[in-house]
């Protein structure tokens, strides 16, 4: 066991770190730097503009999209090369949010499944960040359930015809391009009658319209097709076929490996190391070092289970299933993490404002934000799903819809 | 990068498991349960043969030398069959103590004997049903004798020589005394198969190891041994979950395997993030005792503290699974509840341990 570098890997990090010395918006340091959970903060910057001028600079020099072939605008690296990367990048990723799920999952669903011409037309754009892409899959009546979708498509001549409402659409009003899942065939059970297209965001009958969420922000879309013209040519993968090619995008979920998962570790630590209680200094007593204890021993797990990937990319092998359980460990952890904390500041704990709030209100922030993040790329639920029938192996639950055609679903309504 | 097990260490490793599953399944566990022997000898023996004593002590003192990542794995196989040999109190504790705060003599002396699995040792620390602290140890040692009472001795029933903490005028000192001359007599825990004695000294003969702080000893003895011990929770952790999956596949309620129940997944999910979190935690508690690192004091105590966690929680929902049956003397469920229970506090309880962590975690920047 160690923890040093092949001479390889020490090489490529000396080329990262020399090139984002010379190169990084150290301008955006200290704002970056103090972004609290879920925001980015560039002072008095523009933070779109900013993401966008990073992330063109490093596709020029050949930094975007590490692991993407070169001539779909990324630069061939392998894995622990990217891990690598993002470890050097440090508190300037922050600025990448903009581009993660067209990074992380459109790109390479186009990879899979657009042709060559379209590829050369929209990856290399795609990764310099000129062009901003989304994911439309979620819907009203469709969450955990993704594949009980309802939005129709229609063929009609070289086009089809697109009705219906996406909803949880991160970026959708920034956003070029987006891919699509939609129900071809209703008549057939629910996951044979989908089929996944890529299309203009501006197109005709596309209305986007933002949700406020439960703490006030909206980094969400609600997104509305009034019939919408997708040329068939933009179609990905068979028809019918949606399913598995929307496999393909879930499977390439980013893993938040050497970035660093948020769990609100730090953020209890420094509270507690200054906050004075009934009893005394917050961080001498022992209930508070009790769950201070059990906190940290959660987020070194995350911590030493991604040191633990980093080494399986090392050997170029897969990482285990245990990197599934980051999200479900974080999530819950932030939001206990966070009602703890206000909890010992009793009243005064309860308020927003960073001005006066201890710790520029950050666990404040993330009590607001925490609930959607246990919820946000499969619920905790899902995540138990995931981890009981694929990771122990254990039955699939009993469907009431399996095999029935998707119009004889019940809906309840 | 390299935060894994080494190719060598791997194959050791799986030698002691081929070992102990032809060996040593839960039955032999039960058996030293119910009182048909005090421990596994043969399994001992065997351990013998293949050196797993001595993984880590040195080749000068007769043992293989190959290292704390190796004894490590050695401790998470055992951890897997709850393996009812005295291999904690006398590898991880004993020998540690005379390793560390031997004089060369007694190194020669001991250590040699520990390695070969002739001698078995352990640690005798605890004096009252409260959480040991400098404040209640009595046990004296004077003039070269020992008086005194140990109220728990893990081993203390099966072990030949004894690492015992006492008081020496006023401060706190480690002396080494063998136990044939002593009074002991078994004392009933929640896992019998950990050979449990009472111990009374009465002008016992011992001598002193070089040591200055004995309660500052005690600390740094338990921190390596809480690494050991997290590697035999975890794997402790892993076979109780094996066990809840398997039986949750083939144990049929309302017409179904009540493993498809969300709520029996939903807590085995749980049970797997609780031991990976452990894992990925005893992984670099190793490193950081392999390699001496000043992290030592922080990763034990975060091992140890996941390492409880997980095996508790894994060892009760096991029985939870199980229903009735889990509730049962028949079924092995009770076998991994007993063991992750005792193993908690073996080293003094989990909010001891708790409290160990945050005082070694790094300023606040």
Known sequence: MDFSDTAEEAAFRQEVRSWIAENAPTYLFESLSTSGFGSTRTGEYDPLEEARKWQKKKADAGWACLQWPKECGGRGATPIESVIWNQEEGVYGRLSGTFIIGHGMCGPTMMAYASEGQKQRYLPKLASGEEIWCQLFSEPPSGSDLAGLRTRAERDGDDWVINGQKIWTSGAQNSDFGILITRTDPEVPKHKGMTMFFLNMRSDGVDIRPIKQLNGDSGFNEVYFDNVRIPDAQRLGEVGEGWKVSLTTLMNERMAIGGGIATGFPEIHELVDQLRIASGKAIEDPAVRSRLADWYAKSAGLRNTASRAITSLSKGETPGPENSIGKLVAGGMMQDVAKYAIDLQGLGGVILDPEIAAGSAKVQSMLMRSPGVRIEGGTDQILRNIISERVLGLPEDMRADKGVPFNKIPTGS | ?365
């Open chain 2, 1 to 365: 990068m390299n935060f894994d097990f080494s190719d060598d260490e791997k194959l050791v490793q799986d030698q002691i498991s081929r070992f102990l599953r032809d060996n040593c399944d839960l039955s032999v566990c039960r058996s030293v349960l119910e009182g048909e022997e005090a421990f596994a000898t043969a399994v001992w023996q065997g351990f013998s043969e293949m050196g797993v004593q001595g993984s880590a002590i040195p080749a000068a003192y007769g043992g293989v030398e190959a290292g704390y990542l190796t004894l490590c794995l050695a401790a998470l196989e055992l951890g897997k069959r709850l393996a009812p040999v005295p291999f904690s109190s006398s590898i991880y504790l004993a020998a540690e103590a005379v390793s560390r705060y031997g004089s060369d003599s007694q190194k020669e002396t001991w250590l040699p004997k520990l390695a070969s699995g002739e001698l078995i040792g352990t640690l005798a620390v605890t004096e009252t049903v409260e959480d040991v602290s400098p404040g209640n140890i009595e046990t004296n040692f004077s003039n070269g004798v020992l008086n005194g009472t140990k109220l728990i001795v893990p081993h203390g029933l099966v072990a030949d020589i004894a690492v015992v903490v006492a008081r020496c005028g006023d401060e706190l000192t480690l002396v080494l005394t063998e136990l044939d001359g002593s009074d002991r007599r078994a004392v009933d825990t929640v896992d019998p198969t950990m050979a449990s004695a009472t111990i009374e000294f009465k002008n016992t003969d011992a001598e002193s190891l070089d040591v200055s702080d004995g309660w500052a000893a005690l600390e740094d003895i338990y921190n390596r041994a809480a690494v050991l011990y997290a590697f035999e929770q975890i794997g402790g952790a892993e076979k109780a979950l094996d066990m809840a999956v398997a039986y949750a596949k083939e144990r049929f309620a309302f017409g179904r395997p009540i493993g498809s129940f969300q709520a029996l997944k939903h807590m085995m999910a749980d049970m797997y993030v609780a031991l990976k979190l452990a894992e990925s935690n005893c992984y670099y508690a190793a490193w950081a005792l392999e390699n001496d690192s000043a992290d030592l004091p922080l990763a034990a105590a975060t091992a140890r503290v996941s390492a409880t966690q997980a095996f508790q929680l894994c060892s009760r929902d096991n029985i939870q699974v199980h229903g009735g049956m889990g509730f049962t003397w028949e079924f092995d469920c009770h076998l991994y509840y007993r063991r992750s229970n005792f193993l908690t506090v073996v080293l003094g309880g989990l909010s001891n341990w708790e409290n160990k962590l945050v005082s070694a975690l790094p300023e606040v920047a």
